[in-house]
């Protein structure tokens, strides 16, 4: 069992994420739907690794499980993307990342599978940030918590998830590698 994330990741907005190396401050809008499909075109190949059902360790999500996330992240961003685009404020149910992954048993998930569900889901929200139109921007949305985002300032911090999380495979690949 991989212990909750009950972070706050919203700091990621501020300052350079000091693991991935993501900064917020340098995204630019135009390019939101670009870096998620680059995004998503990096999965394919950490799932056809071996070892991608694989934990590194036991506190640690194997590459299928990491790609779970990002697949149900893509989705809920685009379900909450066209809420704050057809609601004024629009509120965010609670989402419980971690119910989700013992729910779907995200470990037994097939690895070819969820790499094409993941860029499904990825060119889905992309499409739909390409058609943000340019006065819509500062529209905003609450998350149950009471983060509070603009639609521009949601898709940098969305963008931070899938960019850590390949960081997050590429380490756990590191970790089994050093072990044989």
């Keep these: 069992m991989i212990e909750p994330d009950t972070k706050d990741w919203t700091w990621v907005l501020e300052r350079a994420c000091p693991d991935c190396g993501f900064e917020a401050s340098t995204v630019d ?50 379900e909450r993307l066209q809420l704050m685009l057809s609601e004024d404020d629009a509120q965010f149910a609670n989402w419980d990342q971690d119910t989700t992954a013992i ?9 070819a599978a969820v790499a094409g569900d993941l860029a499904t889901a990825g060119a889905a929200l992309a499409d739909r940030f390409d058609r943000v139109p340019a006065d819509s921007w500062a529209r905003t949305g609450t998350r149950s918590d009471g983060a509070h985002f603009t639609i521009e300032s949601f898709a940098a ?24």
């Design 29 to 78: 809008r135009s390019r939101i739907g670009a870096l998620l499909r680059e995004n998503a075109a990096q999965w394919p190949p950490l799932l056809s690794d071996p070892d991608a059902a694989q934990r590194p360790d036991d506190h640690t999500w194997s590459a299928i499980e990491y790609a779970c996330h990002v697949r149900d992240v893509f989705r809920l961003f685009s």
């Design 103 to 111: 729910d779907d048993d995200y470990a037994a998930q097939d690895a």
């Design 157 to 180: 911090y969305l963008l931070h998830d899938p960019t850590h999380h390949v960081w997050d495979v590429q380490r756990g690949y590191s970790l089994l590698a050093e072990r044989r």
